[in-house]
């Protein structure tokens, strides 16, 4: 059923546009030690449960006719980093991708939904694909996040099973088409840090297990990324609300609506 779930997973991924030709890989952990992979050269739109390669958590390859994935060493990082992780989506959906190659994170509380599962989604630094460079950029982020864009690269997605990390490929994807669209109609209101705190408590509410809370200090943003240490708590861009709960970005463009007004 895994080796199906796979081929179904790549299949949504490519009519998404979220890969294009051979990119992307997928994995999933089906025991403590093996994990269950695509193929590398293989477009995720046209493969079949027969292709999928069968490696330990080192990397070494105990079954299948093809070769895994040539990024695989940033999947293993990640099964090596989080215990609770069983698979992994690593895609190049578009507008996500931009925002990666424009070194803009998806930072900022803007929704309410992504706030509460996804927190925020930094950009771990450039690396060159499919080399030793890759694992570890990710390395500093994937404990705090179950998704992060790679620098002028593209999107990787973490979930308790299959499909919990492709839906968080949507998310990703669709937290930036909305943001992108404000940005370009010219003022992007933000949550207030008070919202943030009230739908950080309802995280327990909806039994959201997110691997890290959110950053107290909404000044984080700035330590982390210059400091190489690994992130241990989720940076949302949040202003103070002074009693509202939206706050206009700092060009101050539109008006913010208070509790009660129309």
């Known amino acids: ?33 093996r994990l269950l992979m695509t193929p590398t050269s293989v477009c995720k739109g046209f493969m079949t449960v027969e292709m999928m390669c069968i490696t330990d958590l080192d990397g070494r390859k105990i079954a299948g006719d093809r070769d895994p994935a040539s990024e695989m060493q940033m999947h293993l990082e990640v099964y090596r980093r989080r215990p609770d992780v069983q698979a992994v989506v690593h895609a190049h959906p578009p507008i996500a991708t931009g925002f990666a190659v424009a070194g803009i994170p998806l930072a900022r509380a803007v929704l309410a939904e992504v706030v509460t599962t996804l927190g925020s ?37 973490l979930g308790a099973d299959l499909f919990s990390a492709y839906y968080k490929m949507e998310t990703i994807e669709h937290f930036a088409k909305i943001s992108l669209v404000a940005r370009l109609l010219g003022n992007e209101n933000l949550l207030s840090r008070e919202e943030v705190e009230r739908l950080q408590e309802l995280r327990g509410t909806y039994g959201i297990k997110a691997p890290a809370p959110i950053c107290p200090d909404p000044g984080a943003l700035g330590e982390l990324l210059a400091g190489s240490d690994p992130a241990t708590c989720q940076v949302v861009e949040a202003p103070a609300g002074g009693g509202t ?5 700092a060009d101050g463009r539109s008006a913010v609506k208070t509790d009660g007004e129309g």
């Open 245 to 249: 709960r939206l706050v206009a970005d």
């Open 121 to 157: 989604v930094p950009i771990a630094e450039y690396a060159t694909p499919s080399t030793k460079e890759l694992p570890d950029a990710v390395s500093k982020y994937v404990q705090a996040h179950d998704g992060m864009l790679l620098a002028n690269h593209g999107a990787l997605t």
């Open 1 to 33: 059923q895994l080796r199906a779930d796979i081929v179904e997973v790549g299949r949504r991924l490519y009519a998404r546009g979220y890969t294009a030709s051979n990119d992307g890989n997928i994995s999933v952990r089906p025991d403590a030690g």
